[in-house]
T-cell receptor
Framework: GNSVTQMEGPVTLSEEAFLTINCTYT??????LFWYVQYPGEGLQLLLK?????DKGSNKGFEATYRKETTSFHLEKGSVQVSDSAVYFC??????????FGRGTSLIVHP | KAGVTQTPRYLIKTRGQQVTLSCSPISGHRSVSWYQQTPGQGLQFLFEYFSETQRNKGNFPGRFSGRQFSNSRSEMNVSTLELGDSALYLC?????????????????FGPGTRLTVL
């Protein structure tokens, strides 16, 4: 079946540091890929998405590129803020794919 | 626009009981999906409803069921509760497309219902 693998957390960074959260997926065909963010006590919010190979999704300084050759969709941000502290989920879905989420990566940003 | 609302926010039940959770999607959204989130298994897809019909189903036992009403509001029912059913249950709505599964559309999540089974 389909699966999404994310790097284990927590990821702890200082403010203004560079962020990378790795995400790889297993699926037949070409699903759409997503990053969601979950702040404490809240539901998930869509952060960005990409619907086909080589697409780059971006939002709020975060970006991720759909890499079909490496089946990856790594999340990056050049300079994190304390307010970015949250749990980040990589996911795939689209068409006939049942939505599949990674286990989530907790990000902690210190001032 | 009001967001996705879920009621109740917290629930405590005992083993063997049943429970019904409710979700009101964003106005105009016709697709509602349900997810179970646990520390051990992460976020798992339960099912999706569109125009009162179940369109997609995850790998959960038949104790988990749902329905959608004509106003797109959805309910999820779990019968014969087990300790392992303790989880955060999330509902998500999307505008959907009439021609097929809407899961590629942006999903808007509610805050969830925290179910504890004792």
């Amino acid at each position: 079946g389909n699966s999404v693998t994310q790097m284990e957390g927590p990821v702890t960074l200082s403010e203004e540091a560079f962020l990378t959260i790795n995400c790889t997926y297993t699926a037949t065909g070409y699903p759409s890929l997503f990053w969601y963010v979950q702040y404490p006590g809240e539901g998930l919010q869509l952060l960005l998405k990409a619907t086909k190979a080589d697409d780059k999704g971006s939002n709020k300084g975060f970006e991720a590129t759909y890499r079909k050759e490496t089946t990856s969709f790594h999340l990056e941000k050049g300079s994190v803020q304390v307010s970015d502290s949250a749990v980040y989920f990589c996911a795939l879905s689209g068409g006939s794919y049942i939505p599949t989420f990674g286990r989530g990566t907790s990000l902690i940003v210190h001032p | 626009k009001a967001g996705v609302t879920q009621t109740p926010r917290y629930l405590i039940k005992t083993r063997g009981q049943q429970v019904t959770l409710s979700c009101s999607p964003i106005s105009g959204h016709r697709s509602v999906s349900w997810y179970q989130q646990t520390p051990g298994q992460g976020l798992q897809f339960l099912f999706e409803y569109f125009s009162e019909t179940q369109r997609n189903k995850g790998n959960f036992p038949g104790r988990f069921s749902g329905r959608q009403f004509s106003n797109s509001r959805s309910e999820m029912n779990v019968s014969t509760l087990e300790l392992g059913d303790s989880a955060l249950y999330l509902c998500a709505s999307s505008a959907g497309l009439a021609g097929g599964p809407s899961s590629y559309n942006e999903q808007f999540f509610g805050p969830g219902t925290r179910l504890t089974v004792l």
